[in-house]
């Protein structure tokens, strides 16, 4: 590595090869793209009945709402099932952020909203048959003055580089005369968005939590590129083919799936001023494929890279 550096320190004249770290996601959308993870409901009383998964279905309309806010480029829900039947994963709720930097490039999202459900509590205040705790019958048989809260705890989380972007809690009551759970059956009516679940009382709360987690989801924190913010600056190692190897990894923020836009850069004198200024041509791009401690290998994915020359990520 000294000697690579102390030959390029010599080259003064040669082009040098500047690589701007890209978003792993596409680069021309201007929306950054996000997945909602099934939410986990592990501890939680089982008081519900008709086949519901409160953690699947606060995903499921949050997805509907951060959509129709469009704000977020949002995964189909259906492609993350897919992906995640095809690698058999069962992945919810409180996600590590190595699996969650797993998850999200599995499924091409920059960023998860993941999370848990802290509590769906359910409560009556006047009724003489059930005292203070409702267990309700798959009839729908009613009861006077329920009142059932539902706290969530979430946070969104960075693919690129598994850390945590911001928390999104919700703490939300709803109160009522009549309770209703709302049957539900996966492959009858389609998802949770159904109106046979949102226009039961469980359906109206989880709804109301996912409009207000969806308003919390900020599109301006989620805009800053793709690595950990730090300025990542080395050479290339070797080339072989369309194979790179640079001179830094995991330990100086580099992360799979980083793209590099590599630029020949040469100061050259304006005609007009007189003044040197230094110029940048594209000259091809790199995407880092496996990250070691202290190095990368990547791919050559268009135009040409040089062994030897300097990389940096800004």
Known sequence: MRHLTSVFASAVAA????CVALPATAATTAKPSIAVINFSSDGLDWWWTAGVDPGAALADLLTDQLVNLDTVTVVDRSHIDSIMQEKNLTISGDVSPATGMQLGRLIGA???IVGRIVQLAHT???????GGYINPVLS?????????????????????TGRIVTAIPEDLTKTS?????????????????SQQFTNSTMGQLINDAAKDMATKVDPTKLTGGGGSGVAISGHVLTIDGSDVVINKGSADGVTEGMYFTCYASKSVKDPDSGQMTTVRIQKGTIQITSVDTHSAQGKVTEGTVTAGEAVSAE
């Open 140 to 160: 729908g048989g009613g009861v006077s003055a329920q009142k059932v809260h539902l706290q969530v705890s979430s946070r969104i989380i960075e693919v690129s």
């Open 124 to 130: 009556a205040t006047n009724s003489a048959n059930l």
């Open 110 to 112: 920059k960023y998860l």
């Open 177 to 193: 005369t009549s309770f209703s759970v709302g049957a539900f059956a996966p492959n009858v009516g389609g998802n949770y968005s």
């Open 15 to 18: 082009a040098i090869l500047v």
